[in-house]
């Protein structure tokens, strides 16, 4: 699966996977699939088929592995409590679920909030309660159950699902509260401290900020992209290196946060 952005410029994400080549969906918004021909899969080093110059496009990818991430993709049947099977080999902690066929919302579920709450990737609304979207059943090793809603189980509706995972030393799914005044330490199990990282608060409206160390986690200002927007990058003091993970700063507003973090 991978993401990328323009940097510089107010544009789209751009969402795809090999399960899907040449279609995209994006993260934004709550656009249906659409076709790019450049989407391809074709190596065993990474994905696309184009030629450009501008070194402000950049991409994230993350590659299908037990105990980490796995991509599937269904037809729904709009049959509440349908399980969905999938090859992580451990229970999702987070999932993103999107309707391919229809304009329709990225439903978001984190082991942190519960199977009976969502929150949405293309907005920056706190966590909802929903008793139907996952029909309020845990996922297992095997298995995600949806529920009857056309966003994610509509009949005949195509659908495709993200699915990560913790796995130790490589990356971490989890939940922190944070204090204003008093800067957090997040520690994700990591030796050489986080290289990517994905934060949201959940108890209160906030956007979906995105961090890594190609554009530089620094004690100070930091690169910052927000997935659920256009906005180009900004630079802004947030988190700070940490061997185990990483440090959110003590000038940021108390709550409670949700994150994904890879080593």
């Given amino acids: 699966m991978a993401i990328y952005k323009h940097k510089g410029n107010t544009t789209d994400y751009v969402n795809t996977a090999r399960l899907?080549?040449?279609?995209?969906?994006?993260?934004?918004?709550?656009?249906?699939?659409?076709?790019?021909?450049?989407?391809?899969?074709?190596?065993?080093?990474?994905?696309?088929?184009?030629?450009?110059?501008?070194?402000?496009?950049?991409?994230?990818?993350?590659?299908r592995a037990p105990s980490y991430f796995d991509v599937v993709a269904y037809t729904g049947n709009g049959t509440a409590g349908r399980t969905?099977?999938?090859?992580?080999?451990?229970?999702?902690?987070?999932?993103?679920?999107?309707?391919?066929?229809?304009?329709?919302?990225?439903?978001?579920?984190?082991?942190?909030?519960?199977?009976?709450?969502?929150?949405?990737?293309?907005?920056?609304?706190?966590?909802?309660?929903?008793?139907?979207?996952?029909?309020?059943?845990?996922p297992t090793s095997s298995v995600f159950t949806v529920g009857s809603l056309g966003q994610i189980n509509g009949s005949g509706g195509t659908y495709i699902a993200y699915l990560f995972a913790s796995l130790d030393g490589v990356s971490k799914v989890g939940s922190f509260t944070h204090t204003n005044g008093t800067a957090t330490?997040?520690?994700?199990?990591?030796?050489?401290?986080?290289?990517?990282?994905?934060?949201?608060?959940?108890?209160?409206?906030?956007?979906?900020?995105?961090?890594?160390?190609?554009?530089?986690?620094?004690?100070?200002?930091?690169?910052?992209?927000?997935?659920n927007n256009?906005?180009?990058?900004?630079?802004?003091?947030?988190?700070?290196p940490y061997s185990a993970g990483f440090t959110y700063d003590s000038a940021r507003a108390s709550g409670d946060i949700i994150f994904y973090a890879i080593a």
């Avoid at 679920?97 to 942190?112: E, M, N, Q």
């Fill in 84 to 138: 969905v099977s999938h090859n992580l080999g451990v229970a999702p902690e987070m999932m993103w679920v999107k309707g391919r066929d229809s304009a329709d919302i990225w439903t978001v579920y984190h082991s942190a909030l519960g199977a009976g709450k969502r929150l949405k990737l293309h907005q920056t609304t706190a966590a909802e309660d929903d008793l139907s979207s996952f029909n309020n059943t845990a």
């Fill in 230 to 240: 256009t906005n180009s990058e900004t630079s802004t003091d947030q988190i700070d």
């Fill in 20 to 63: 899907i080549q040449t279609k995209y969906l994006i993260p934004n918004n709550t656009n249906a699939e659409a076709t790019l021909a450049t989407l391809m899969y074709d190596y065993q080093d990474g994905y696309f088929n184009a030629t450009s110059t501008d070194s402000q496009y950049l991409s994230w990818m993350w590659r």
């Fill in 185 to 227: 330490n997040v520690d994700c199990g990591f030796s050489n401290g986080a290289r990517f990282v994905l934060l949201k608060y959940y108890d209160q409206a906030s956007d979906w900020w995105v961090f890594d160390t190609e554009r530089g986690i620094a004690a100070g200002n930091d690169a910052r992209l927000i997935l």
